[in-house]
């Protein structure tokens, strides 16, 4: 194992990835990169967040984008590049950090440092998850989570040539309804210091 | 019939993979052609001497493709391998001036004269990007001017958006005014024999008077979002200087020398009687020789993407020619029109520009070229005239949508992966009323000047 220590979390909407991902954050003492991440980007810029928020982690619309000589009208595209850009700079620097989504897995699949991981869970839970947070209802739930991991899916197969929630794509794909994401976060907690000390 | 059916199918499934990238476009229109080689013409039309005109070779071994002493002649079937050589030529061209700095330093030099002020700069570099897009094509003046701009924004504090829409439009605008500005004009000019003179005098005209009257559009709506959001006051010194973005004077030179040389070729073409293609082929010669050192750099700097894409689309829409389909579309539009020439001509600048803002203009105008030929016959009109509404109407058409031209993609995408994404509701919101108003300027000087 290297120096350097890069996880990635890809996550269902509703499984609890995002909190798995700030356990493993907190644990290990290493930054976290999610949405935050466009914010870190717009600082370096010195250009406005509110520009480019509304188009993180969202799919290129086939059907109003056109490429031109490598360059995208896509608003979705040219913000997810910025953002892979961005990782590989820090990855390249030697930095340690975790990130959540964002097509890492792959986009950093090259460096040593990386452990990553998938979590899903049963339906069921992820509902019931859904509607505590949201104060929706269980329909509204469903179809938000729905909605979501489609975004997500189409997000991740356009960048990748590996599918989004593969299996052979992560280091290890968990459900989190069956341990609780607590637990399944102390287990990945495991699992990672068990590699760093390889 | 079946050859028409294979056609008319072969020519759909292109556009549809065009408009869905499911391949690369060149690897779209190559297929599609080889296609037609074999489907159309081999397989339902057993005719070698269809594949040998669509292929068109042979052009090139005539003293007309080189050198036109009297009126310049019609050849719309097939590959058009004018158009292809030219494009060549200007892609050297433009590659050895810009490694040489040249479209930078133009850029820095002109916000330079105005004194880095934002409203001064804005308008100038509209007229920047029509002037150039008039000569240079579309894509490489807006990838320097919207890097330009963006980079002056974030020194100067202002909203880079409304300036990069602005300078899109104008440099569609621009294209249109000259023969060899936009790929539409380049085919209809080397398709039907018209001058870098003619499209002067009658598409220039018409983008000349509808450049005052954008000027004034953008300004209107865009002069608020312009004003500097800092009151941080500036020397001298904070500003960048034009003259370290040459990086080879020599080089500068020469590329400045070669430059005006082509524009003198391409305006004089007409009583030289040497024809685009010879040009091409010089202007790309004299640059290679000129840079040596950079020539293998700048051959493979060359976009052969898009020449391949030429090159197939030539051969499909060579298959709906062959075939007749375009003829009956021909009829389809004068039965339309009832005969009336001006309904005509209001529907294909319409037409042209509804589709262009969707899908590729190139091969639509490519598309559109035989149908006005056969109009004109048909229809006992003239050629010209239906020319000129045919470039109006797909040159500023495709101006209307983020992915209607070349230009608005490169520019939006710049401005995007610096930060400023641009959504297809802002870019239509400012862009469609200056497209809609060109496109009525467009009509009323058509009629006016030549009914």
Redesign the interface.
């Known amino acids: 194992m290297s120096k350097q220590l890069i996880i990635t979390v890809s996550r269902e909407f509703g499984s609890g990835g995002h909190v798995i991902a700030e356990h493993i954050a907190e644990k290990f003492e290493l930054p976290l990169y999610d949405h935050n991440l466009l914010r870190e980007?717009?600082d370096e810029?010195?250009?406005?967040l509110d520009?480019?928020k509304r188009?993180d982690e969202l799919p290129k619309n086939?059907?109003?984008?056109?490429?031109?000589?490598g360059?995208?009208?896509?608003?979705e595209e040219?913000?997810a590049?910025?953002q892979f850009e961005y990782l590989k700079k820090k990855a390249d620097q030697g930095d340690s950090f975790v990130v959540v989504g964002r097509c890492a897995e792959s986009i950093l699949k090259n460096y040593d440092g990386l452990i990553s991981f998938f979590v899903l869970a049963d339906m069921e839970a992820k509902v019931k998850r859904i509607e505590k947070i949201h104060g929706i209802s269980q329909s509204q739930a469903e179809a938000l989570i729905k909605r979501n991991d489609k975004e997500r899916k189409a997000y991740h197969n356009y960048y990748c040539t590996v599918k989004w929630g593969d299996s052979r794509n992560y280091d290890i794909s968990i459900n989190s309804s069956k341990l609780g994401i607590s637990h399944t976060a102390e287990m990945l907690e495991q699992y990672i210091k068990a590699r760093i000390e390889e | 019939m079946t050859a028409q059916i294979f056609a008319v199918l072969i020519f759909l499934g292109m556009f549809i993979l065009i408009?869905?990238?499911k391949f690369e476009r060149h690897i779209t229109t190559l297929g599609c052609g080889l296609l037609t080689l074999i489907v159309v013409f081999g397989i339902c039309m057993h005719s070698v001497s269809a594949v040998m005109q669509t292929l068109n070779i042979q052009s090139i071994f005539t003293v007309d493709f080189w050198y036109q002493a009297g009126e310049s002649t019609e050849s719309s079937i097939g590959i058009n391998w004018a158009t292809i050589f030219f494009i060549v030529g200007m892609m050297v061209m433009v590659e050895g001036m810009a490694m040489a700095g040249f479209f930078r330093w133009l850029c820095m030099r002109i916000a330079n004269l105005v004194h880095y002020k934002t409203v001064p700069i804005f308008i100038t570099f509209m007229i920047m990007s029509a002037i150039l897009a008039m000569f240079i094509d579309s894509?490489t003046v807006i990838l320097f001017l919207a890097a330009v701009t963006v980079e002056l924004a974030?020194l100067l504090k202002f909203n880079p958006v409304p300036m990069i829409l602005s300078e899109i439009f104008c440099a569609n605008l621009g294209g249109s005014a000259t023969m060899c500005g936009d790929p539409p004009n380049i085919i209809i000019g080397t398709s039907l024999g018209y001058s870098f003179g003619d499209f002067i005098f009658n598409t220039g005209l018409i983008a000349g008077i509808s450049l005052i009257v954008v000027i004034v559009y953008f300004y209107v709506i865009f002069h608020k979002e312009l004003s500097s959001q800092s009151d941080e006051k500036k020397s001298v010194a904070d500003y960048p200087d034009p003259k370290k973005a040459i990086t080879n004077k020599k080089g500068f030179i020469i590329s400045c020398i070669i430059f005006f040389g082509a524009v003198i070729l391409l305006v004089t073409h007409a009583y030289t009687g040497l024809t685009v293609a010879f040009i091409g082929l010089f202007i790309a010669a004299v640059t290679l020789l000129a840079s040596f050192k950079n020539a293998v750099k700048i051959i493979k700097s060359i976009?052969y993407?898009?020449i391949l894409f030429f090159i197939g689309l030539f051969v499909v829409v060579g298959g709906l020619e062959e075939t007749g389909v375009l003829e009956v579309i021909a009829t389809f539009i004068g039965k339309v029109s009832g005969g009336n020439i001006k309904l005509m001509i209001a529907i294909i600048i319409w037409v042209s520009a509804i589709a262009s803002a969707f899908v590729?203009n190139i091969p639509f105008a490519a598309t559109m070229i035989p149908i006005i030929k056969s109009l004109s016959v048909t229809q006992n009109t003239s050629l010209s005239v239906l020319a000129w509404a045919l470039s109006m109407g797909t040159d500023i058409g495709g101006s209307a949508t983020?992915?209607g031209a070349?230009a608005?993609?490169?520019g939006?995408?710049?401005a995007?992966?610096?930060?400023?994404?641009?959504?297809?509701g802002e870019y239509c919101k400012k862009v469609v009323p200056a497209t809609v108003l060109v496109l009525i300027i467009s009509m009323i000087v058509i009629f006016v000047r030549y009914f």
């Open positions: 980007i717009t810029k010195n250009i406005s520009y480019i188009y086939p059907w109003f984008s056109r490429t031109i000589r360059y995208s009208n896509s608003p040219n913000i590049n910025m | 408009i869905t990238e894509i974030q976009d993407q898009t590729d983020p992915i070349s608005n993609v490169v939006t995408s710049v995007a992966r610096e930060g400023y994404p641009i959504s297809w």
